[in-house]
């Protein structure tokens, strides 16, 4: 069984400053999990992924997460927001390195304050 | 990139009739083909998983007579929505992989198609 809990349906930051997106993933062993960004009534875009090389993982955009055992966590961050960046940003894992099916969470969206 | 074009990217028909949606992998040959519904400010759900030459897998809970799917080549496969009500209107995404499964290969995703059924 996997699951993905995002616990922030909304965030709102000013251009500029930190993005912090959280992420939380229960899986039975070996998750690969993923970031897509979704811009209104389009399709998603990879963002990032981890399949169990690098914790660290650096994506497009600027952004990146870090996969946490320990924690069960895979939060997106970017240190400097920009206007384009507002979208919803779906966290994703797949079981067993990504053989399983893909489990989307809810959703979370970015607002970017001028 | 892999690119994967899904048409019409916004439809609008009368319940009752039947509205067929296109997803084609531009670029590369899809052996999996997935269909997702996402529901107005909620996360995707994986409705059915096609390969290429086979009948389509279902999720539990999806009419499979209602929802027709048909993946006739490595580079289409097609969703049609029979006898369409309003509670189908949705948004429908398609997402090709060129794997058996997603293993360590990102599934590309359509752009999306807007159904609204009057």
């Known amino acids: 069984a996997q699951s993905v809990t995002q616990l922030d349906s909304h965030v709102s930051v000013s251009e500029g400053t930190p993005v912090l997106l959280r992420c939380n993933y229960s899986s039975s062993y070996s998750p690969s999990l993923f970031w897509y960004v979704q811009h209104p009534n389009k399709g998603l875009q990879l963002l990032l992924k981890?399949?169990?090389?690098?914790?660290l993982v650096k994506g497009i955009n600027g952004f990146e997460a870090e996969f946490k055992k320990s924690e069960t966590s895979f939060h997106l961050t970017k240190p400097s927001a920009h206007m384009s960046d507002a979208a919803e940003y779906f966290c994703v894992v797949s079981a067993n390195f990504g053989n399983e099916k893909l489990t989307f969470g809810t959703g979370t969206r970015l607002t970017i304050i001028p | 990139g892999a690119v994967v074009s899904q048409h019409p990217s916004r439809v609008i028909c009368k319940s009752g009739t039947s509205v067929k949606i296109e997803c084609r992998s531009l670029?590369?040959?899809?052996?999996?083909m997935f269909w997702y519904r996402q529901f107005p400010k909620k996360s995707l759900m994986l409705m059915a998983t096609?390969?290429?030459?086979?009948?389509?897998?279902?999720e539990q809970g999806v009419e499979k007579d209602k929802f027709l799917i048909n993946h006739a080549s490595l580079t289409l496969s097609t969703l049609t929505v029979t006898s369409a009500h309003p509670e189908d209107s949705s948004f429908y995404i398609c997402s090709a992989s060129f794997l058996p499964q997603v293993f360590l290969a990102e599934a590309f995703f359509g752009q999306g198609t807007r159904l609204t059924v009057v």
């Open positions: 096609s390969n290429e030459g086979s009948k389509a897998t279902y």
């Open positions: 981890y399949t169990s090389a690098a914790t």
């Open positions: 670029d590369f040959q899809a052996t999996t």
